[in-house]
């Protein structure tokens, strides 16, 4: 199965692990890998609008959409709300209103997971059995109420389709042992998904390979929600028999009849979706609760200065601002206007230093002076002259506005697993010009190089963290020369394509550290092979880490992983910025203390005062 980055070219597309609406100096680019899995790539940038919108906010402070009305306004489209096949936070923020999961995270934790549309669960003690008792008299926005059927032909529909553009990957690495589907793995068969998946009564039952900490993590997915199972069959989705399994396998469902005519147990029910506008009303008979806001309208508006037009005159409660300077700079301290600042970013940042260059032609001659040999970064010293001559200070200033922490590993600081104790990398010219010297017992030093260093174009704070490095290489021997050279990202991230130095990052799909761990620095993750990581003895760390049930050693683990790569000098850490939005003081129940740095606020958490 081809595992495709979800990169997409529109603005913020994917606000990586913030507020919905959070300016976070964090985009989204489009392309195209060609491994196993999908994943989520994020890069840090830097937005600015030319000119400040004028206008006043709404008399009495609040916005102009009316008590029961929440308006949004946002940049990107809404790719799906199918949730058999959503990995995106544009089309998640519909998906996670519109249906329910099992579990989800407590309040602000990212830790507490409490129940949904489970009410108890259980599991073995070996970690490969999961019983999970079912809420009761939950109906659909059909009608229909909720069984044991539903859930069940939901995972098997997750495990079935499994498509490069989903996060089914991860659910099916529990379940199935592999993230691939039966077209990539002629071991998959009926007999192995019906067996993960099964009702017992009104009891739904996971039965795992092998265990799997994360596995509950997993669950909270807003693309594992429960789906009615009746009117997804009606409408033409796949029939849930062993029967036809084989015609679903791998199939694109983004435009499925369940994405033009969804059924979910959540708050709000779909209304109308064009081109520009979604608009959705309260489900009256929600289980929960008929919410306080009656309608919510997701208008698309591409233009920066219209949106921030609209916010200040009322004519929409949420927008997404292009950045912190904007925040700061022309929303702040306008009446009626609450800000909400320091969010935590959940995304980890990086620039690989790639090891395994043979083939590349992305290193020039090739040799020393007008080129890099294609061992240039296998060489430890070499990594660590990089890493000491990054001035992360300046760019935390420059770029973040002084709203930025480095990282002792690209691990979110919030994570299970994360050891404060542990000095993030350092910028020290003197330690970078030694460690310089001494690579390749000093070839380097005395013959000097060329390295072309890639860069998303257009992506200014991408290319002033390079200028940042390019300038302290440079200056510490005449013979070093760095070239940026800005390309399109989707051919950054062809797998064919081998650039010595690019950046990286990543947005969690859940709160485990293994989705940041493997993804980076495992053999069989992500970036690693795109990176040519290779070492034995930390796979041996990670595989242990993600298969053991034990917290304590999962923490003690993830220490000495950090401390080892840090060692290693396998990626050069970009500091994690801080987020900022803002809002209209009528809008309640939004803010640091509503707000899951991981799924954001809930619309049915939230008011207007008028």
């Not at 069940?152 to 498509?163: G, K, P």
């Not at 209304?271 to 309208?297: C, H, L």
């Amino acid at each position: 199965m081809k595992k495709s980055a979800i990169l997409l070219t529109t603005l913020a597309l994917m606000l990586a692990a913030c507020n919905d609406t959070t300016t976070t100096d964090t985009t989204t680019e489009a392309g195209e890998a060609t491994t196993e899995t999908t994943e989520t790539t994020t890069e840090t940038t830097e937005s600015t609008t030319e000119g400040a919108a004028e206008g006043t906010t709404a008399a009495g402070g609040g916005s102009k959409t009316g008590k029961d009305t929440l308006v949004i306004q946002e940049s990107a489209d809404i790719p799906t709300l199918d949730p058999g096949t959503t990995y995106d936070t544009q089309s998640g923020l519909f998906v996670k209103n519109m249906y329910e999961t099992l579990l989800t995270y407590s309040g602000t934790s990212l830790t507490e997971l409490e129940g949904v549309l489970a009410t108890e669960w259980e599991g073995n003690e070996d970690g490969t059995e999961y019983r999970f008792t079912l809420r009761e008299n939950v109906p659909f926005h059909s009608g229909n109420i909720m069984t044991c059927a539903d859930a069940e032909y939901t995972f098997q529909r997750n495990l079935v389709t499994n498509t490069a553009d989903s996060g089914n990957w991860f659910i099916a690495e529990s379940l199935l042992g592999t993230g691939a589907n039966a077209n990539d793995d002629d071991t998959i068969t009926w007999e192995r998904i019906d067996n993960a998946v099964q009702c017992d009564g009104e009891t739904l039952v996971f039965t795992l390979p092998k265990a799997d900490p994360a596995f509950l993590s997993k669950l909270a997915y807003y693309g594992q929600a429960i789906v009615d199972s009746q009117h997804a069959i009606e409408i033409g989705e796949w029939d849930g028999t062993g029967d036809t399994w084989k015609d679903a396998v791998g199939v694109d469902i983004t435009g499925s009849p369940l994405a033009q005519g969804p059924s979910g147990t959540g708050a709000y029910r779909l209304v109308s979706n064009d081109a520009n506008t979604i608009s959705m009303e309260a489900f009256e008979d929600y289980w929960g609760g008929a919410p306080s806001i009656k309608n919510v309208v997701r208008q698309l508006v591409p233009e920066e200065s219209s949106r921030i037009q609209a916010f200040l005159s009322g004519d929409a409660d949420l927008v997404e601002f292009p950045s912190r300077e904007v925040v700061e700079t022309q929303v702040a301290g306008q009446p009626g206007v609450e800000i909400y600042d320091n969010i935590t970013n959940l995304g980890a940042y990086g620039f690989t230093m790639n090891q395994q260059l043979e083939g590349s032609t992305n290193i020039g001659s090739g040799t020393w002076g007008d080129g890099i040999p294609t061992n240039f970064f296998q060489d430890e010293n070499m990594r660590k002259c990089f890493v000491y001559a990054f001035d992360a200070p300046t760019y935390i200033a420059q770029v973040q506005r002084g709203k930025g922490e480095q990282l002792n590993v690209l691990l979110p600081k919030s994570f299970l697993g994360y050891d404060d104790s542990i000095e993030p990398q350092q910028f020290d010219l003197a330690q970078a010009e030694e460690f310089c010297q001494a690579a390749h017992d000093g070839a380097a030093w005395e013959n000097g190089f060329t390295l072309n260093a890639a860069y998303r174009e257009g992506s200014k704070s991408m290319q002033t963290a390079l200028e940042i490095l390019k300038q302290n290489i440079e200056a510490m021997n005449p013979k070093f020369k760095v070239n940026l050279v800005g390309k399109q990202w989707s051919d950054i991230i062809d797998a064919t394509n081998k650039e010595a130095m690019v950046y990286v990052g990543w947005a969690p799909d859940y709160a485990d550290p293994d989705n940041f761990i493997h993804t980076f620095y495992h053999t069989d993750g992500y970036y690693a092979p795109r990176g040519g990581l290779s070492d034995p003895e930390l796979d041996a760390l990670i595989d242990e880490a993600r298969s053991t049930i034990d917290e304590d050693r999962r923490v003690e683990l993830y220490s000495q992983i950090a401390q080892y790569t840090k060692d290693k000098a396998y990626f050069i850490h970009i500091p994690t910025g801080l987020g900022i939005n803002a809002y209209h003081t009528n809008l309640e129940g939004y803010g640091a203390e509503f707000d899951n740095p991981l799924f954001g606020t809930y619309w049915k958490d939230m008011s207007k005062t008028q």
